[in-house]
Nanobody
Framework: QVQLVESGGGLVQAGDNLRLSCAAS????????MGWFRQAPGKEREFVSG????????YYGDFVKGRFTISRDNAKNTVYLQMNSLKPEDTAAYYC???????????????????WGQGTQVSVSS
């Protein structure tokens, strides 16, 4: 079992930056691919970004357009999402997810991830 805890969300203005963190605990000796998803009220959960164990494979959702950067520190069992130039449409609950790294890349479907955090709210005012 793996437990994930997100932090770093908050209320910001358009154009501001935030850095989300996701700390993993439990059976972290396994190799994990990590992902960030978001979900706004009334919308489906959306892939934001994902990173494999080595950090060499990184994917972003199309809407990111260079504004977000994912990274991980395996020594700290933590993955980060640096979000710059935030827009009101980025308002959502942001979730961290993890699954075993099969070596086949980084999945973008929510149902490809076994472990989920509780989420952290990001609200961007105009």
């Amino acid at each position: 079992q793996v437990q994930l805890v997100e932090s770093g969300g908050g209320l910001v203005q358009a154009g501001d930056n935030l850095r989300l963190s996701c700390a993993a605990s439990g059976r972290t000796s396994r190799i994990y691919v990590m992902g960030w998803f978001r979900q706004a009220p009334g919308k489906e959960r959306e892939f934001v970004s994902g990173i494999n164990w080595s950090g060499r494979i990184i994917y972003y959702g199309d809407f990111v357009k260079g504004r977000f950067t994912i990274s991980r520190d395996n020594a700290k069992n933590t993955v980060y999402l640096q979000m710059n130039s935030l827009k009101p449409e980025d308002t959502a609950a942001y979730y961290c997810a993890a699954d075993y790294d099969s070596g086949l890349g980084v999945p973008s479907r929510p149902d490809s991830y076994t472990y989920w955090g509780q989420g952290t709210q990001v609200s961007v005012s105009s």
